[in-house]
T-cell receptor
């Protein structure tokens, strides 16, 4: 499967626990984006990363949330001390390197659904 | 501040007829507009896009129209098919922001037999 891969698809955590969501971009893509969709809302941008660099984290909550995209391995969105309001679908998307693509199109994974009890 | 607005949460259309989904925006710096389709429990899939320098783009049954002066775009699906039943998101990109997209809240399209 050459698409964007996210895991886990479903994650249940109790309040105060940590959640880690993983994303492997499409083959050949070097840009990763994380979006969050709260119930009955649209997708909200969280963070944009390239390998080993956070390019834009303007949509990330200031506390408890962090993201990385290491040189090797998937991108990880980490939520510490989860609260009920973190329950949402978290979507990862990828795009080709700069210069290869200029339409803004993103390729999305199937999402990770986080439920906080 | 909702920069991309889809004011119709839902739309029901008969099979074979035209579906028109609307989207309004406020940011004049948007240079690309995209439509995504989303089925339940799946990720959004790209449908069609349009550059801000154009006013129409067509791909098979799907056509997107852009009216820059009105800051309005619409997606036309003709003829509508039952498999088109999904949530449709309008999205926009500011010039120079790579693929950081701003999404609307979506319109749920139901195509009935």
């Amino acid at each position: 499967n050459a698409g964007v891969m996210q895991n886990p698809r479903h994650l249940v955590r109790r309040r105060g626990q940590e959640a880690r969501l993983r994303c492997s971009p499409m083959k050949g893509h070097s840009h990763v984006y994380w979006y969050r969709q709260l119930p009955e809302e649209g997708l909200k941008f969280m963070v944009y990363l390239q390998k080993e660099n956070i390019i834009d984290e303007s949509g990330m909550p200031k506390e408890r949330f962090s993201a990385e995209f290491p040189k090797e391995g998937p991108s990880i969105l980490r939520i510490q001390q989860v609260v009920r309001g973190d329950s949402a679908a978290y979507f990862c998307a990828s795009s080709p390197p700069d210069g290869d693509w200029d339409t803004g199109e993103l390729f999305f994974g199937e999402g990770s659904r986080l439920t906080v009890l | 501040d909702q920069q991309v607005k889809q004011n119709s949460p839902s739309l029901s259309v008969q099979e074979g007829r035209i579906s028109i989904l609307n989207c309004d925006y406020t940011n004049s710096m948007f240079d690309y507009f995209l439509w995504y389709k989303k089925y339940p429990a799946e990720g959004p899939t790209f449908l069609i896009s349009i550059s801000s320098i154009k006013d129409k783009n067509e791909d098979g049954r799907f056509t997107v129209f852009l009216n820059k002066s009105a800051k309005h775009l619409s997606l036309h699906i003709v003829p509508s098919q039952p498999g088109d039943s999904a949530v449709y998101f309008c999205a926009a990109r500011v010039t120079g922001t790579a693929s950081k997209l701003t999404f609307g809240t979506g319109t749920r399209l139901q195509v009935t037999l």
